[in-house]
């Protein structure tokens, strides 16, 4: 691991307290070894990410991943699903932030579920689960559907799809967390039907603290609350919620 000074995290250093996770020298350590990992796989065609700077991987996965502190409940044991979760975003991030949050990553391509594991092993992270499966399958389970008190998705898909494929697995009362880009307003919007649908609603949009911070332009939360069960028949079969959205 190279710990030379311009490659230490400087931005997470400064920014990731403001945004609601503070980090110990220990976990800077662990995002030093995650990001090492992360390019060391992506360089052998893992394809987890489009994103291989190093800094850009500390502003744009990192830090944008803990930017969803602003949403997280307080309340510790909080379990957490993060749908579709790629190379671990935002999961792993909240993960090594909040040790006491119960994450699960749940990834259908078998290359980055083999990454996902590899990198639970080696950041020795006890908190987190890893799920190589669909989410129109996996939310239809007994042990998984609505049994999670946050769900989480980065870039999954435009938000009708997203909320029937996430919010089947948060409880009545949990939230939903969706980054989203500068069209977070009216994607929110044109997604009030399909929460209604689903048992939930839009909650807000939490900008970031600071217009200084070294993210992407635009860059926010969408905010969704499960108000009530979903019905049954959500979601539906796969490939459905993309062709078909509600």
Not at 147 to 175: N, S
């Amino acid at each position: 691991m190279d710990t030379g000074a311009q490659h230490n995290l400087p931005l997470l250093r400064a920014w990731a307290g403001r945004v609601g996770a503070p980090l110990t020298e220990r976990q800077i350590t662990q995002f030093l070894d995650f990001r090492e990992e992360l390019l060391a796989w992506n360089a052998r065609r893992a394809n987890l990410t489009a994103i291989t700077d190093p800094q850009e991987v500390e502003a744009r996965l990192f830090l944008e991943s803990l930017s969803c502190a602003a949403a997280l409940p307080v309340a510790a044991g909080q379990r957490l699903i993060d749908v579709g979760s790629g190379g671990g975003f935002p999961g792993l991030p909240l993960a090594i932030a909040f040790e006491t949050l119960d994450v699960t990553l749940l990834e259908a391509t078998g290359r980055k579920v083999r990454f996902l594991e590899h990198a639970v092993s080696q950041l020795s992270l006890t908190n987190v689960s890893v799920i190589h499966g669909r989410a129109e399958d996996l939310a239809h389970e007994a042990a998984h559907r609505e049994r999670y008190d946050i769900a989480a998705a980065r870039a999954l898909a435009p938000l009708p799809v997203l909320a029937e494929l996430c919010l089947p697995f948060v409880r009545t009362g949990g939230v939903l967390i969706a980054p989203r880009g500068a069209d977070a307003a009216s994607e929110a919007a044109g997604a009030a039907r399909a929460l209604a649908a689903l048992g939930g609603s839009a909650r807000g949009i939490i900008a970031p603290p600071d217009p200084a911070m070294p993210i992407a332009a635009g860059h926010c939360l969408v905010v969704m609350r499960k108000d009530a069960p979903t019905p049954p028949a959500y979601p539906r079969r796969a490939g459905v919620p993309a062709r078909r959205p509600l």
